[in-house]
């Protein structure tokens, strides 16, 4: 028998056809874990920086990154549990850049998780967030999965007071290559609500840990680094599982050091270099991480994304959803005792747009 | 017989002139040091344009390349795919103040064009040419 097919239903199914064929196919269906209820799946999106130009115009490009990671979150199926932002919502802290912002994740259909991040925190120091958009320091329970939420971007009082007006100190703070800029740090303060906090938790309780800047030494010239990161680590050396999520780095980037597992999520507004490219200074790049590709300044999202994670028995999957490059997927190897990429960990896996000089 | 003798003067003399002044390739360390400091004042430039809004948008080169990391001065001139031909570094310079910043180009000798090109491969000193390379 063969079945009739009306021109209105032609018409339907290939318009229906056409909208999945539009979006990316990682989006349309995306079911793991589905046997196991402790498993589940968040979305994150950081280092949006959104930046204000004069009156309601702001860059075009950096707010259409942005809108894109919030219009695929909120494509997602099935959907996330909640959506982590990782801060660096704004460029230079202020009120506008953070409204926008807000007006911009409004769109979101999920509950988002804040983590602040420099750019949003010097000019202020950080009122504006915390009266309107979440706390800096906070811990949450999920599925069996305890996260921690820190403001890893504090530093020096003696820095603080160098400056004549905030807008002065927010700009400093701002430029990456600054040579009179000041590592970031956690602090005493917060490092001793974290020892209260998991003073409660067995230590078989997968831990992750959320900070904008990388919880280890990787390149103190860009602030790759926080000053107190090992005291940190010391605190969390007794867990089995241990998963620190951090922006600010604008690129794929993963270690291992000892039970913590090191992962940093893509920017939605551009690509960093990874420190090896710049030749006069040393730096502490992880050998383990797999370079993404050298961004094409020619497709203005190239380079740039978000990510999904997935927590399966209290480790995380990491898919890196790159806008105009194959997806990288980060999975924990057991065997190894770190984070590999599924497809490029192998040296004669590597493509030629991973060499970065 | 006179006017010879006199005209071989001044012809000693006009040969003599420039070696009495100093042969080219003679200066002295405090010359060196000039010339470095001129230099170093055009990289200076270099650097606060390279951090500075040079568009109409408040992006400014180091959001990108801080360092002036992962421009590759040592490539240029390079076959850019992109734009499909052979292009030279301040090409590519021009293009990001037009795209990226959205700002004019400048003139390729425009003394800002210079400062950034200074700037740019001053931070990349030390590493070996490779023209061509992608």
Sequence with gaps: MKKKISRRSFVKKGLGAMALASLPLGLVEISWGKNNPQNFTFAYISDSHLTHI????????????????????????????????????????????????????????????????????????????????????????????????????????????????????????????????????????????????????????????????PLYEIFKPWNFWTDDAEKVQAVLRPFKKVTVLHGHVHQILYNQIGNITFEAMMSTAWPWPYPVSYIQKPNQVPKLTVFMNRADPFHERDATGWSILNLENGRVTNHYKLWENKDRVLRYDEKLGAPVDTLYQDPLKRIPPQEHY | MKKEVFLTIILLIAVALPWSNGRADEFTKKDLKKWHKEFMTVVKEGERLFHSALGKNKVSCDMCHPNASNTHPETYPKFQKQIGKVVALRDMINWCIQNPLEGEPLKLDDPKMIALEAYITYERRGKPLSPGRH
């Design chain 1, 54 to 213: 004069k009156g309601t115009e702001f860059v075009r490009n950096f707010d259409k990154g942005l809108k894109k990671a919030v219009m695929e979150c909120n494509f997602m199926s099935p959907r996330p549990d909640f959506v982590v932002y990782g801060g660096d919502l704004a460029q230079l802290g202020k009120r506008e850049e953070l409204e926008h912002g807000l007006e911009i994740m409004s769109a979101l259909r999920h509950p988002v998780k804040w983590v602040i991040g420099e750019h949003d925190f010097y000019l202020d120091l950080g009122r504006f967030w915390e009266d309107k958009i979440s706390k800096t320091t906070y811990s949450f329970d999920h599925k069996g999965v305890h996260f921690v939420v820190l403001n890893s971007i504090l530093t020096y009082d003696s820095w603080m007071k160098k400056w004549k007006t905030p807008q002065e100190r927010m700009a400093n703070m701002a430029r990456l290559d600054n040579p009179n800029g000041s590592p970031f740090m956690v602090g005493e303060r917060q490092i001793k609500w974290l020892k209260k906090d998991l003073a409660n938790v067995s230590k078989d309780t997968p831990i992750v840990v959320m900070s904008h800047s």
